[in-house]
């Protein structure tokens, strides 16, 4: 259900697709799926950056830190924290795992800048981040991504990343996120689907601690 509503304001020609032979056609050619995911994420970050400066977002801080590197399972279980892969298959998950380098940083450090290049995304496993530019500020909380719009979209970093804790985080190139998605299209689909809810709720919501 959307609160959208399409109505004509002159005589119009259109074209009517297929969901099913969309699906078909996404996985054969997934270069088609990832033109729909660069789109859903620049039109996301389009939204929140028109959306007036907002509070704070709420957050909860994660209990019983882990002074430790976390183990291939541990970092499987965060992943399954996020939303954006609380439902992806296990074997994609598993996939994913691999793939990940972790980070950690001090209280007060800068993560990134306003501008850089974003070549990757974060998920929180640990601390708190806060993310703001000249029109907002926000803290995010654990299990939750950070960069990975600018980064599907091919866009520099919208916003400085700083951390507010000792921080410590899951970072995931984007080509080799790419590659996954590629080869696991369950998770494409989710991941797509994903970015399509957080565009809507966008729209209705002045917080979103996805980002």
């Not at 994609?92 to 950690?104: F, G, N, Q, Y």
Request: glycine share 2%; with cysteine; proline share 3%.
């Amino acid at each position: 259900m959307t609160d959208l509503e399409a109505v004509a304001d002159m005589d119009t020609q259109t074209l009517e697709l297929d969901w099913d032979a969309q699906l078909d056609i996404c996985e054969q050619y997934f270069t088609i799926l990832l033109q729909y995911i660069r789109y859903l994420c620049e039109r996301c970050i389009t939204q929140l950056s028109l959306q007036s400066s907002n509070p704070p977002a709420s957050w909860i801080p994660n209990v019983g830190r882990i002074d430790r590197s976390l183990n291939i399972v541990e970092r499987a279980l965060a992943f399954r924290h996020s939303p954006v892969f609380a439902t992806c298959s296990a074997d994609a998950l598993w996939e994913l795992t691999k793939h990940v380098s972790e980070r950690t940083f001090a209280a007060g450090e800068t993560i990134w800048d306003l501008g850089d290049p974003a070549y990757s995304f974060l998920l929180t496993v640990d601390g708190v981040v806060r993310c703001a530019n000249s029109s907002d500020s926000r803290r995010v909380e654990s299990y939750r991504t950070l960069g990975m719009l600018e980064a599907m979209s091919t866009q520099t970093r919208w916003y400085q990343a700083t951390a507010v804790t000792p921080t410590t985080v899951l970072s995931v190139d984007d080509d080799s996120f790419l590659d996954i998605l590629e080869d696991h299209f369950d998770m494409a689909i989710e991941y797509t689907a994903a970015m399509a809810r957080r565009l809507l709720a966008s729209r209705s919501s002045g917080v979103d601690n996805t980002l």
